[in-house]
């Protein structure tokens, strides 16, 4: 989606925002363009087509999934953490394909499944929740997916240009105080 002269308000509850700001200079004129490329969470790769110039880049990491409880009455499960948040300058010199990855939110749990059920991690990178054994009752949030901006469609670290870390997983509980925050 292509947006023009329009500021974007932080929002973490859609915090699956990548925001590429394009800085262009035309000419010798001290005339200066400016648009806004927004990507949301779709579970797959994204791609933009951009001219040589310097951007701006800021990206959100998926939230964690919150954990649960037997005795949400005793005990209150721990929250999934917020993503992380980074930005910074790119600047190209020819025209260039960039591949955005939005990283998903981790899936909350709660008692339905029973303890070997594990909540899954959000895309691209978001660390499944377990509690450590098959017969425990500790129920728990998947971490949330990394967002990240490529040079190349593939899984290699050095092509990565930014990346912002996805939220921990919630811890949870079959009924004592053993929960914890992401």
């Known amino acids: 989606k292509k947006m023009k002269n329009k500021k974007m308000k932080i929002n973490y509850n859609k915090q699956f925002r990548l925001i590429l700001l394009y ?3 035309i000419g010798f004129s001290k005339l200066q363009s400016q648009s806004t490329y927004t ?3 779709t579970g797959s790769v994204q791609t933009v087509s951009l001219l040589p110039g310097s951007y701006s880049i800021q990206c959100w990491g998926g939230n964690g999934g919150n954990g649960g409880t037997t005795s949400p009455s005793l ?3 721990g929250v999934g953490g917020l993503g992380g948040y980074s930005s910074g ?6 025209t260039s394909t960039l591949y955005v990855y939005v990283g ?3 899936q909350s749990n709660n ?3 029973g303890p070997t059920v594990n909540a899954l991690g959000g895309w691209n990178g978001g660390g499944g929740g377990f509690a ?3 017969s425990s009752t500790y129920y728990k949030g998947g971490g949330g997916g990394g967002t990240d901006v490529r040079t190349t469609n593939n899984t290699t670290y050095s092509n990565r240009i930014i990346v912002a870390g996805g939220g921990g997983g919630g811890g949870g509980s079959s009924g004592t105080a053993y929960t914890g925050s992401g």
């Open 89 to 94: 300058i790119y600047t190209l010199t020819s």
């Open 23 to 25: 800085l262009i200079m």
């Open 75 to 77: 005990v209150q499960p």
């Open 132 to 134: 450590g054994n098959t």
């Open 104 to 106: 998903g939110v981790g």
């Open 111 to 113: 008692t339905v499944g």
């Open 39 to 41: 990507f949301n969470y």
